[in-house]
């Protein structure tokens, strides 16, 4: 497969786990009640990253609270963490979803969820062309 159409189907398959974070989240709001959430009222501090194997670069990330999404673009490297995020009070969820191209087939990709120093969640992907996401609710 040609390398433009890698990355083209690369961004799209990128572009549907976003989509799909996104939907989850309206469906999952549709009905909130504050007083069954857990942790409805505290803010949290909360931390996203990324590792990858070994020669793999990780691309792009794109991480966020409720329906805020950051999005971090031209990256390099085999690890990625985003800057501490607080969330506010009565959050409901933190989402990331991040990009990386391994070396072959064999190469690894995992990002996490840190919230107030424990980590919540975790996602994984494996293949040459990586996309790992991940998403907790408070």
């Known amino acids: 497969m040609k390398k433009t159409s890698m990355n083209q189907l690369f961004k799209g398959v990128f572009a549907a786990v976003i989509a799909v974070m996104l939907i989850g989240f309206t469906t999952s709001c549709s009905n909130d009640d504050d007083d069954n959430v857990n942790g409805a009222g505290k803010s949290h501090k909360i931390v996203f990253k990324a590792i990858a194997s070994s020669g793999s670069d990780i691309d792009v990330a794109v991480y966020g609270i409720d329906g805020n999404p950051t999005t971090a673009s031209s990256l390099s490297g085999s690890t990625w963490s985003s800057p501490e995020v607080t969330s506010e009070p009565g959050a409901y969820n933190a ?5 990386a191209v391994g070396p072959d087939a ?3 990709l995992k990002v996490q969820i840190w919230v107030d120093g ?5 996602g994984t992907s494996s293949g040459q062309y990586l996309s790992a996401s991940a998403s907790y609710t408070f």
């Open 95 to 99: 989402n990331v979803a991040v990009n």
């Open 106 to 108: 064999s190469a690894t």
């Open 118 to 122: 424990e980590l919540k969640k975790e």
